[in-house]
């Protein structure tokens, strides 16, 4: 009974704490409370740095693309992919596309110029249907997506922010990460709820030692 009671309060604490960043977005012009999520972990990971090269996987509404063109300034490059239409953002290249898609890639690559992106943030999360087991491999099926795509995408020493679910196929996907980037993290933001199995990955110093050209991450 005191176990239920207890549940119910921590239950009630997460809706109320989550209903305050849906009105701090509201207050502070984000599309999306998600944006606070990316703010946290910037506090913590210094990751956003005016000038920067960023790409934005799974971008819309616009939270996230929100808080790191402010951070990274008019010399700043933020690239924005997504399935759904996006509002334009000053500055912002937005790309309505599946991530997954050969072309879609190219494109990113056509927006950020010359160089590769510092910093891949991905917030991508695929339509749930309820059936744990196929949702767990579509999840996997866009992590290892974005993973292999930071070989076209991110220069070396470059950074990656990820959600993760928790499930299946998840430890191996952090091994992989573990053998391409310097140090990995996880992150569960405050403004994340309790009991989603959302993570972030937040992986530093990417070692590109292999360049794959684009045809062949896909095939
Ligand atoms: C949680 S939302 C992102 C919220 C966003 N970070 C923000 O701050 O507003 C996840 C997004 O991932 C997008 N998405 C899922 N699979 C995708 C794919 N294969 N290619 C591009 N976008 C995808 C969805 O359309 C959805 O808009």
Known sequence: MAKKRRQRSK?????????????????????????????EIDRRDRLLKPGMRVVDLGAAPG???????NKIGRHGILVCIDLLPMKPIRGV?????DFLDQDAKYKIINALGEQKADLV???MAPNLSGIT???QARSLELLHGVLLSCRSLLRPGGDLV??????????DFRQACSR???????????ASRARSREHYLVAKGF???????????NS
């Open 180 to 190: 391409d980037f310097v140090c990995c993290n996880i992150r569960k933001p405050d």
């Open 63 to 69: 939270g996230w693309a929100q808080l790191a063109s």
């Open 121 to 123: 943030i991905s917030d």
């Open 93 to 97: 290249s937005i790309i309505q596309a």
């Open 162 to 171: 990820v959600k993760l679910f928790e499930g299946e196929g998840v430890a």
């Open 133 to 135: 087991v196929s949702d």
């Open 11 to 39: 239950e009630w604490y997460d809706r109320h704490r989550q209903d305050a960043f849906v009105q701090r977005a509201r207050q502070e012009g984000y599309r999306s409370r998600a944006a606070f999520k990316l703010e």
């Open 207 to 217: 070692r590109n030692e292999v360049v794959v050209p684009v045809e062949e991450e």
